[in-house]
T-cell receptor, first 112, second 113 residues
Framework: NAGVTQTPKFQVLKTGQSMTLQCAQD?????MYWYRQDPGMGLRLIYY???????DKGEVPNGYNVSRLNKREFSLRLESAAPSQTSVYFC???????????FGDGTRLSIL | DQQVKQNSPSLSVQEGRISILNCDYT??????FLWYKKYPAEGPTFLIS?????DKNEDGRFTVFLNKSAKHLSLHIVPSQPGDSAVYFC????????????FGKGTRLHILP
């Protein structure tokens, strides 16, 4: 989706490995979000950042860390990957409700 | 505790007929509701929204109805087209509180030829 770029698109990790998922935007939106999507579970918020330098926990933050170093970029780090973190991860950006969020195309992460 | 519920995991509708996707919510503080559409291998895209001060919002073939007393909203697609086959997520938020949106689990819509 235009405006939100996620890298990588696919990744396979072994249990215990670390990994950083990158998200960059070119729409100058203040807020950025990380979600995970699992079968039958919908989209669940991991962490979000309302502005540069601030981050807050979402519904499922355990096992993850985030970093919002500037307005454009918001990264998600798995310090010690676990099979339960196998999922599709989406980054989204927004300007606050009622403006809708815009999503990237996702990172498909498998942890063996 | 699910605050936004989509109780139908999937729905099949004949092309040309009306598709009705349902969503229930439990948090009476929600005052803004959105529908997103998602194709495989793509991110969700915004479809239509409604504020709690309205009971209906229409955009082309898509109409969202809100029944606040029942804490229920529905998305109507008429006529249904093959390109409407996708997963639809209902979402809810509280305006002027924070930027968080709570999503339902989604309903997979199949449009049959």
């Amino acid at each position: 989706n235009a405006g939100v770029t996620q890298t990588p698109k696919f990744q396979v990790l072994k249990t215990g490995q670390s990994m950083t998922l990158q998200c960059a935007q070119d729409m100058n939106h203040n807020s950025m979000y990380w979600y995970r999507q699992d079968p039958g579970m919908g989209l669940r918020l991991i962490y979000y950042s309302a502005s540069e330098g601030t981050t807050d926990k979402g519904e499922v933050p355990n096992g993850y860390n985030v970093s919002r170093l500037n307005k454009r970029e918001f990264s998600l780090r798995l310090e010690s990957a676990a099979p339960s973190q196998t999922s599709v991860y989406f980054c989204a950006i927004g300007q606050g409700v009622p403006q809708p969020q815009h999503f990237g195309d996702g990172t498909r992460l498998s942890i063996l | 505790d699910q605050q936004v519920k989509q109780n139908s995991p999937s729905l099949s509708v004949q092309e040309g007929r009306i598709s009705i996707l349902n969503c229930d919510y439990t948090n009476s503080m929600f005052d803004y509701f959105l529908w997103y559409k998602k194709y495989p291998a793509e991110g969700p895209t915004f479809l239509i929204s409604i504020s709690s001060i309205k009971d209906k919002n229409e955009d082309g073939r898509f109409t969202v109805f809100l029944n606040k007393s029942a804490k229920h909203l529905s998305l109507h697609i008429v006529p249904s087209q093959p390109g409407d086959s996708a997963v639809y997520f209902c979402a809810a938020s509280v305006m002027n509180r924070d930027d968080k949106i709570i999503f339902g689990k989604g309903t997979r819509l199949h449009i049959l030829p």
